[in-house]
């Protein structure tokens, strides 16, 4: 990891965001997105809605999000982290990979580029840490392969460039020499994202 790649920037180096609501109250939330500068936010949760957080269910976030002059997205169904499919779960747990190849995901990347061309976007979902969610190890990927510049807001308001996401992954891996950067790379993601994914009950 490097000081460089590690050090949060500001919002204009940045071609599109990603935050986590976690349990953020309303005002904290919006603060964050103020002072991202952002105008849409993309939420990306198969299911958005949440009992302990009411205000993150999605008919009162987007009435909040309005009320402050942001647009709500909802791309659950394409960008989601749960797969309604069995053929996208791989040993009881999401397959990431599966998933990025399906044409409604490779849709909805389509939607979320060409959106960022209009307003300056911020994909959301539940999780506060990055390297905790789908939005970071599944979606984040995907627009960093496309040419976006990515970073994640960070619940002080600090945003963490997505390089710095993977130099964390490739530092945690014990296979320094298993291949090239981009084969271990990918291997970190692959065992990240299985510790991590969906995993339905029963």
């Not at 530092?171 to 994202?193: E, H, K, M, P, V």
Request: charge should be positive; aromatic fraction near 6%.
């Amino acid at each position: 990891m490097t000081a460089l790649t590690d050090t949060p920037a500001g919002p204009g180096a940045f071609d599109l965001l990603t935050i986590g609501h976690s349990n953020h109250p309303i005002d904290r939330f919006l603060a964050l997105l103020n002072d991202a500068r952002i105008a849409a936010v993309v939420d990306v949760r198969s299911l958005p809605s949440s009992r302990r957080y009411p205000w993150f269910s999605a008919n009162r976030l987007k009435d909040d999000l309005a009320a402050a002059g942001i647009v709500y997205m909802p791309m659950g169904d394409a960008l989601g982290g749960r797969p309604r499919s069995e053929a996208l779960y791989r040993g009881g747990v999401a397959d990431y990979e599966a998933m990025a190849r399906t044409p409604e995901f490779l849709a909805g990347i389509g939607r979320v580029i060409a959106a960022k061309e209009r307003a300056r976007c911020c994909l959301m979902c539940a999780e506060r840490e990055p390297l905790e969610c789908h939005r970071c190890l599944l979606v984040a990927p995907a627009l960093v392969a496309r040419g976006l510049r990515i970073g994640h807001i960070l619940a002080d308001g600090s945003i963490l460039p997505h390089a710095a996401i993977e130099e964390r992954l490739l530092a945690g891996s014990d296979d320094l020499f298993a291949g090239d950067r981009t084969d271990r790379l990918a291997q970190a993601y692959s065992r990240r994202a299985n510790a991590v994914a969906y995993r339905p009950r029963g």
